[in-house]
Each structure stands twice: as structure tokens, then as C-alpha cells.
């Protein structure tokens, strides 16, 4: 039987929250985006994924938390894989999430990020990082970002070659906590994929969405060379409502929030009036994430505590890259 096997591989990568949001592509087969964007990745939720390639199978076997599932957008990532390989076998493909899966906690980010590293080793590919970002954004945007640890820039590009993400170097002073409020499990009813369609081809207001988002990226990476963590904030929570305003102005139109969400946005206002400086910002699910820094997160998480349950909220630091097990 292993005299079949072509290679393995297992890959951890972190998810990635957007501090300035992707949301709309200019090439939907290619996945470029309309505008670049900046992110953090996180160090507490992972994707683990094993790829082993298999000159027996007859197919792609995918199990996801040690259940076998049929993935279009995972078989049709590995036909993209292939292709480039020049190789036409089949694999299997595991997966573990500590991510609740598709509930707007970029559980996608991490789970192609990881496939993406672990395939592209497993089928014989010595790819750099630039490379593996490129391969990663082919299965998820998002996914771009989370091969590399911290703050990174994804440069939207104009084709295959050029669209890729980058880290950002900032100053390790530049103390970033961020609380995850997970108010919901559940998968989210519209999809990333389809709700930014439906924003970039139905929202009157997209293309002022562009003009916006660039420049909220200039003023992002302005904050992040200063130390700046007030403007780095405003800039977060500005770019994210703005964002979902575009949801709201589609037809038809739609939200991510749910009434916690709202409550919770106001929460975080009602903090802010207290001294204790924190900032929100909201992703394709009704989950919150609030940045703050080392020296309120304690305060912060006691004032969430009389809201929520201790399980529901989860501190995260800057991550790491992708990690390779083997
Ligand atoms: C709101 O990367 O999940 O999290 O490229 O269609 O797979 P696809 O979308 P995805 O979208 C992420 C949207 C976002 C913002 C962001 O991560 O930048």
C-alpha cells in the first residue's frame, strides 16, 4: 500500500481577521480583489490539514474533523494543483479545525492556507511563501493572508502572478489583543462568496466602497508605522461598518448582524466611554472581535463577563505563519 503513496504532508496555519476588508473580487475564477487589505492573524484558532497523495485512489477522500465529506471547493482547488503540478493523481485530505466552521470567524483563511502548504509539498512542489500565498488565495481570498504570522498586506494585484500577500513590519510595541465574542456556532446562512457578489453587482455605493477602502488601507499602514493603536482602531471599525453597509445596500439586501451584534457593538461603545479603549470589528457572521491592548484586555474581558459565558470569549495575540509538521 505505501509503496502508492507520492508524498504527505501537514501544515497548522492560523485564521486571519481583516482589520481592512476584502469584499469583492475584480476575477472571480482567480480570486483577485477589488482592493488590498490588511489583517492579523491570530494565535489561537488553526486549521491542521495532512494532505497524502495516492497513486490508488480513484478520487479525492476528504474528511474534515475526522468525517468523510464530499468539497467542491476543496476537489476544485486540488484540480488547480494538479494542473499546475503537471501531476494527475488523487489524495486524501484531512482536516481539523479548532475554528467553528463558517460562522465569520475566517475558518476559510486558515483551512486553504494549511491545504494550500500541505498540498503543494505533499504532490512534490518546493514552493516559496509568495507562492503558497498565490496557491491559498486560488481556494479562499482570505486564505492569502494566513501564511504569513502578524499584520499582513495582501497586494490585490492584476493577475495570477502579481496578487499575493506580504507581512507588514511593525513595531513589536505595538501591543495588539483581540477578543473574539462568539455569539453564534452556527454557519452562517450567506456566504462570503455570495454576499460580496451580490454587494459588487447590486450595491449602489461599491464603487465609493473602493475609493474608501484604498484609502482606509493608506491610513492603516500610516497608524501601523506610527505605533498609532487609536488610529489603527478607528480605521478597524470604520473599514468594517463600511463594509457591511454594502450588504445593507444590496438588492436584495442583507445583513450579517444579528440584535447580539448590535448589542455588542454598543457594549464596546459603552467601554470606550468608560477609558477602556477598544474598537470592534465584524466579519461575514454575526461574531464580534474587539481590539484592545495588554493593558485593558484583563479589564475588558471582566466587563464582557457580565454579558457572556467565559467559553464565548477568546483572547488572541498575534500568530504565528504557516508550520509545517512534516
Ligand atoms: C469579510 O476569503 O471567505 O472575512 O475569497 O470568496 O473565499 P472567498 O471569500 P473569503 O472572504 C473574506 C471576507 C471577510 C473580509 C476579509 O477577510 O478580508
Not at 497524502?52 to 478520487?59: A, E, H, N, P
Not at 494542473?83 to 486558515?110: E, M
Not at 454576499?195 to 482606509?216: C, F, H, L, R
Request: net charge positive; proline share 3%.
Amino acid at each position: 500500500m505505501d509503496n502508492n503513496i507520492i508524498g504527505k504532508s501537514k501544515v497548522r496555519a492560523f485564521t486571519n481577521i481583516a482589520l481592512v476588508k476584502y469584499w469583492g473580487k475584480k476575477n472571480e475564477g482567480l480570486i483577485l480583489p477589488q482592493n488590498g487589505s490588511i489583517s492579523l492573524t491570530l494565535d489561537h484558532f488553526y486549521s491542521e490539514t495532512e494532505v497524502i497523495f495516492d497513486s490508488s485512489l480513484k478520487k479525492d477522500e476528504i474528511y474534515f474533523n475526522n468525517e468523510r465529506v464530499e468539497d467542491n471547493k476543496i476537489v476544485n482547488f486540488l484540480n488547480i494543483l494538479r494542473n499546475k503540478a503537471d501531476n494527475d493523481n488523487f489524495c486524501i485530505v484531512k482536516t481539523v479545525n479548532t475554528v467553528p466552521t463558517s460562522a465569520g470567524l475566517a475558518s476559510s483563511s486558515s483551512g486553504f492556507a494549511a491545504l494550500a502548504a500541505a498540498s503543494s509539498k505533499a504532490i512534490g512542489m518546493n514552493l516559496s511563501n509568495m507562492e503558497i500565498s498565490k496557491l491559498a488565495r486560488r481556494g479562499s481570498g482570505s486564505a492569502t493572508r494566513s501564511i504569513y504570522g502578524g499584520l499582513v498586506e495582501w497586494i490585490p494585484g492584476t493577475n495570477d502572478k502579481n496578487s499575493y500577500a506580504q507581512p507588514l513590519s511593525y513595531d513589536k510595541k505595538l501591543d495588539l489583543n483581540l477578543i473574539t465574542v462568539i455569539l453564534n456556532r452556527n454557519e452562517k446562512k450567506i456566504s462570503s462568496r455570495y454576499g460580496m457578489k451580490s454587494s459588487v453587482e447590486t450595491s449602489p455605493y461599491y464603487d465609493v466602497w473602493i475609493k474608501q477602502a484604498n484609502e482606509d488601507l493608506k491610513n492603516m499602514k500610516m497608524a501601523i508605522k506610527k505605533n498609532d493603536f487609536t488610529s489603527l482602531g478607528r480605521i478597524t471599525e470604520t473599514n468594517a461598518m463600511r463594509m457591511h453597509s454594502l450588504t445593507l445596500s444590496a438588492d436584495p439586501s442583507f445583513t450579517y448582524f444579528n440584535e447580539d451584534t448590535l448589542k455588542t457593538i454598543n457594549l464596546v461603545k459603552d467601554l470606550r466611554e468608560q477609558g477602556l479603549e477598544c474598537y470592534f470589528t465584524i466579519d461575514a457572521g454575526p461574531n464580534v472581535k474587539i481590539l484592545c491592548q495588554d493593558k485593558n484586555t484583563n479589564k475588558i474581558m471582566k466587563k464582557l463577563l457580565l454579558h457572556f459565558k467565559h467559553s464565548d470569549l477568546v483572547i488572541n495575540h498575534p500568530g504565528p505563519g504557516i508550520q509545517f509538521i512534516y
